[in-house]
C-alpha cells in the first residue's frame, strides 16, 4: 500500500515503536485468555486472581490505547503535513496546469480525498491490530497444538482469500465513487455559480437537474451501494467462518481426541478474541482503500509540483529603462489556439496600449508577458539583463478581467501605507463606500465596477514598477471612464508607474504612448498614421 509504504519512509522509528505496542498489546492479551483459561482458577485465593487479572486488564487496556492513539496523532501529523504541502504545490502551480485539472478535481483532492486519507488513518490502527494480533495468536495456537493450527490456518486462509476477492470488488468501485466525486463537485461549483441563470430560468434548473446533476448522483450512488454490498459480504461472510471454526476446534477435540477439552477452550476463546479485531481489520479496508485512492490520485496530480513558497526576495535594478521579451508562444491543446511568436518592449515610464478583437489572444498574450504563462525558448531581458520568471513576475501588478478581491490591502505595511491608501480610495471614488482599517478593507459587498477600483486599489499596493489592466475600464461608467483614461492613466505614470492597457474604448487610444495590435494570435505594432485611423474604430478596421 502506497499510503503505508509512505507513511513507513517518513516515519520510520514512529511506526516502529507503533507496531512495538501494538506487540505488546497483543501478547498482552493472548496471555490474560490463557491466565483466565488455565491459572486462574488454580489461584491461592480468589482476590488473588481477582486482583492479577484486574493488572492485566488495566495494563492491557493502557498498552492498547496507548498503540490506538500514538497511531492517531501520527495519522493526523501526517495529514497536516501533506495538506500543507498540498496547498504549497497549489501555491506555486501556474494557472495553465491549474486549468487543466479542473476546478471539480482540485475540489475532490482538497475536500474529499484528505477526508478519504484522514478517515483511513482513524481506521488504520484497527488494521495494524488486527494483523499484529493474528500473528501473535498463530504463534500461541501453534505452541497449543500444530494440527489444530493447522485447520485453523486452512480455514483462515479460505476465509480470507474469499474476503479479499469481495474487498477487490470494494476496490473497483471505490474507484468509480471518486470519479463521480469530482463530477459532484463539478456540479456543485454549477449549482453555487449559475445559481441566479438557474433561479431564472426554471427549465434549465430542471435539465441540469435531471441531466447533469442525476447523472452524477446516480453513478456515485449505485457504485457505492455495490462497494457498501461486497464490504458487508466480506464481514459477514468472516464472521460466519470464524464461528464455523469453532465448531470445527471442537469437532477436533471431542471427535478426532487430538486435543483436550481445556485446549480446545483455549482455542476457541482465542478466536473469539481474535474475531473483533479480525473483522474491525476487514471493516477498515475499505476505508483505507479509499484513503490509498485519494492518496494515489493526490501523487498523481502534484508529483512533480515544488512544495515550497515562491521566492520573494527578488532583487531588481532600480533604474531599469527598458523590458525586452523575445520569442514568446503559446498553444491551448484544448482549443488549438496559438499565439505568438511574440518579440516586443515596454520602456520605462511608458503607456502602451494592447487592442485588438474578442478571442485575437489579448489576455493569453498578458499571461505570456507577466510571466504567467511560461514559453519554452523565450526570452526575456531588463536592460540586456537576461531575466528569470519569479523576476519577470515581480515586476507586474495585474487586474485581470474577473480579479480576486483580498481583504488584506497591504502584504508588507510602511508608515506611509495609511496615507497613500487614502489618497488611492479618494482618486478611484472609493472614499465613504470602503475603508481601510487595520490594513483590512471594510467591505467587499460592492458593484462591479467599484471591485474593479478595489482590486486596482490592490494592484497599487502590491507597489510594483508595472500596471498591466486587462479591460479595466469596461465595467465603469462613461464619466468615470473617461477620467480613468484622461486624468487617472497620466496620474500614475506620474507616480513612475509604467502602464500596459488591454483596452476596447477606441476613443482613447490617443492616451498612449504605443498601441499593439492582437490580431489571430499575432502582435504587431501600429504606425502613427494606422493611429489615427484607429481614433474611432480602430477593430472593425483592422481586426477583424
Ligand atoms: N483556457 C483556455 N483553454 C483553451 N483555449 C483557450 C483558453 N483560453 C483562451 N483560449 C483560446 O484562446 C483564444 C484567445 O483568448 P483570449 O482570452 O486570449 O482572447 P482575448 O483577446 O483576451 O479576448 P477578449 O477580448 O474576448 O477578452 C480564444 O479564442 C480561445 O480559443
Known amino acids: 500500500m502506497l499510503l503505508l509504504k509512505s507513511v513507513l519512509k517518513h516515519h520510520l522509528p514512529a511506526m516502529t515503536g507503533i507496531i512495538l505496542l501494538n506487540l505488546l498489546s497483543a501478547c498482552l492479551g493472548i496471555f490474560t485468555i490463557s491466565y483466565?483459561?488455565?491459572?486462574?482458577v488454580q489461584e491461592s485465593s480468589p482476590q488473588t486472581g481477582l486482583a492479577k487479572l484486574a493488572g492485566l486488564l488495566i495494563a492491557?487496556?493502557?498498552v492498547t490505547l496507548a498503540a490506538q492513539w500514538t497511531l492517531t496523532a501520527l495519522g493526523h501529523h501526517f495529514i497536516w503535513k501533506k495538506r500543507s504541502r498540498m496547498v504549497l504545490q497549489l501555491l506555486g502551480m501556474s494557472p495553465d496546469r491549474l486549468e487543466q485539472q479542473g476546478h471539480g478535481e482540485l475540489l475532490s483532492m482538497l475536500g474529499p480525498d484528505i477526508r478519504n486519507i484522514t478517515l483511513a488513518f482513524v481506521r488504520l490502527p484497527e488494521l495494524i491490530q488486527g494483523i499484529v494480533l493474528g500473528v501473535v495468536a498463530i504463534g500461541y495456537l501453534g505452541y497449543l497444538s500444530l494440527p489444530v493450527l493447522a485447520i485453523v490456518m486452512v480455514w483462515m486462509g479460505l476465509t480470507f482469500y474469499s474476503g479479499y476477492r469481495m474487498v477487490?470488488?470494494?476496490?473497483?468501485?471505490?474507484?468509480?465513487?471518486?470519479?463521480?466525486?469530482?463530477?459532484?463537485?463539478?456540479?456543485f461549483q454549477v449549482v453555487i455559480h449559475g445559481n441566479k441563470e438557474l433561479a431564472l430560468d426554471p427549465a434549465r434548473a430542471r435539465h441540469f437537474y435531471e441531466n447533469d446533476y442525476q447523472q452524477a448522483a446516480l453513478g456515485y450512488r449505485q457504485h457505492i451501494i455495490r462497494a457498501d454490498s461486497f464490504h458487508l459480504s466480506?464481514?459477514?461472510?468472516?464472521?460466519?467462518?470464524?464461528?464455523?471454526?469453532i465448531g470445527l476446534i471442537f469437532l477436533a477435540s471431542q471427535a478426532m481426541g487430538w486435543i483436550s477439552g481445556t485446549v480446545a477452550t483455549s482455542f476457541s476463546l482465542t478466536v473469539l478474541f481474535l474475531r473483533s479485531p479480525l473483522l474491525q481489520a476487514i471493516g477498515a479496508w475499505p476505508t483505507l482503500?479509499?484513503?490509498e485512492l485519494a492518496f494515489k490520485k493526490i501523487g498523481g496530480m502534484l508529483a512533480a509540483d515544488q512544495e515550497t513558497l515562491p521566492d520573494t526576495d527578488v532583487s531588481l535594478p532600480a533604474g531599469w529603462q527598458t523590458l525586452?521579451?523575445?520569442?514568446l508562444s503559446w498553444h491551448y491543446p484544448q482549443s488549438g489556439f496559438s499565439v505568438g511568436p511574440v518579440t516586443t518592449r515596454l520602456n520605462r515610464g511608458e503607456i502602451v496600449f494592447i487592442i485588438g478583437a474578442n478571442g485575437s489572444g489579448k489576455s493569453t498574450l498578458s499571461q505570456m508577458l507577466t510571466g504567467l504563462y511560461a514559453s519554452p525558448g523565450a526570452g526575456v531581458w531588463l536592460d540586456d539583463q537576461p531575466l528569470t520568471t519569479a523576476a519577470l513576475k515581480s515586476l507586474f501588478s495585474v487586474v485581470f478581467t474577473r480579479p480576486y478581491l483580498f481583504r488584506t490591502v497591504f502584504v508588507s505595511p510602511e508608515s506611509e501605507d495609511d496615507?497613500?491608501?487614502?489618497?488611492?480610495?479618494?482618486?478611484?471614488?472609493l472614499a465613504g463606500k470602503v475603508s481601510i482599517e487595520n490594513n483590512q478593507l471594510s467591505t467587499l459587498d460592492l458593484s462591479q465596477g467599484q471591485k474593479k477600483r478595489v482590486a486596482l486599489l490592490l494592484a497599487l499596493a502590491a507597489r510594483r514598477d508595472i500596471l498591466f489592466l486587462d479591460e479595466w475600464a469596461a465595467e465603469q461608467d462613461p464619466q468615470f471612464r473617461r477620467y480613468f483614461y484622461r486624468e487617472l492613466l497620466p496620474w500614475f505614470r506620474a507616480q513612475g508607474k509604467t502602464l500596459m492597457i488591454i483596452s476596447h474604448?477606441?476613443?482613447?487610444?490617443?492616451?498612449?504612448?504605443?498601441?499593439?495590435?492582437?490580431?489571430?494570435?499575432?502582435?504587431r505594432e501600429l504606425t502613427a498614421e494606422q493611429r489615427d485611423n484607429a481614433s474611432r474604430d480602430v477593430i472593425s478596421q483592422l481586426g477583424r
Request: proline share 0%; hydrophobic share 45%.
Open 36 to 40: 483466565i483459561n488455565q491459572s486462574l
Open 60 to 62: 492491557l487496556l493502557l
Open 168 to 187: 477487490a470488488r470494494v476496490y473497483l468501485h471505490l474507484r468509480e465513487v471518486r470519479n463521480y466525486e469530482t463530477d459532484l463537485q463539478d456540479v
Open 234 to 245: 466480506a464481514i459477514n461472510w468472516s464472521n460466519i467462518m470464524m464461528l464455523g471454526l
Open 289 to 291: 482503500l479509499s484513503g
Open 324 to 327: 525586452r521579451w523575445e520569442n
Open 419 to 429: 496615507a497613500s491608501a487614502e489618497l488611492w480610495l479618494d482618486k478611484l471614488g
Open 505 to 523: 474604448d477606441d476613443d482613447y487610444f490617443d492616451v498612449a504612448d504605443r498601441v499593439l495590435e492582437m490580431h489571430q494570435g499575432q502582435l
